[in-house]
């Protein structure tokens, strides 16, 4: 089953996703994406890893989400992704000749893999297409590469979830065989 939580930055997206993580059995799996290239960023994953409840297993995949997902769903009970966006960012600053095609296919292989693991698959992302068009190639080039991801993971996901000040609101709820 894959579950889709988006919304804003800060937004509430990875507490409600480890909390719908609950509904499944355990062992629980948090997929990180992000990586500690800067002080900053070393804090954010600090402070990500405190607010995880104990006895979640930890698995850092800044490229490869897809094959990580494959191998930590085969014991697991439940899939934390977290997050899409950086994901994409990861991908972009790995080969400049990334664009949508390349994101949409990377998204389909991450749907692919929650589909075929007996783990309940919870995936956060962030939404990135309300603000304003942005002023330079690359940034354009994330938003359009987060927005084709989002597309395809809303398509496959069975539940999604739009986080607005920490409140759910739910898009799509128990969509059958997606």
Not at 7 to 29: D, N
Not at 93 to 115: C, I, N, S, V
Not at 161 to 174: D, E, L, N, Y
């Amino acid at each position: 089953m894959l579950i889709l939580v988006t919304g804003g930055s800060r937004s509430g997206k990875s507490g409600f996703a480890l909390e719908t993580a609950g509904r499944f059995e355990a062992p629980r799996v948090f997929l990180a994406t992000a990586e500690p290239h800067d002080e900053e960023m070393r804090l954010r994953i600090e402070a990500h890893r405190k607010a995880r409840p104990a006895g979640w297993s930890l698995v850092e995949e800044p490229l490869m989400v897809a094959q990580a997902l494959r191998a930590a769903g085969r014991t697991a009970g439940s899939v934390v992704v977290d997050c899409v966006t950086i994901w994409i960012s990861n991908l972009l600053l790995a080969d400049p000749g990334f664009g949508e095609t390349e994101a949409a296919a990377r998204a389909q292989a991450l749907a692919d893999a929650a589909g075929e693991t007996p783990a309940g698959v919870i995936v956060v992302t962030n939404e990135v297409g309300s603000g304003i068009v942005p002023d330079n190639e690359l940034a354009r080039r994330f938003r359009d590469c987060a927005g084709r991801a989002n597309q395809v993971l809303a398509r496959s996901a069975s539940e999604v979830h739009f986080m607005v000040s920490g409140i759910a609101m739910t898009i799509r709820k128990g969509r059958e065989g997606a």
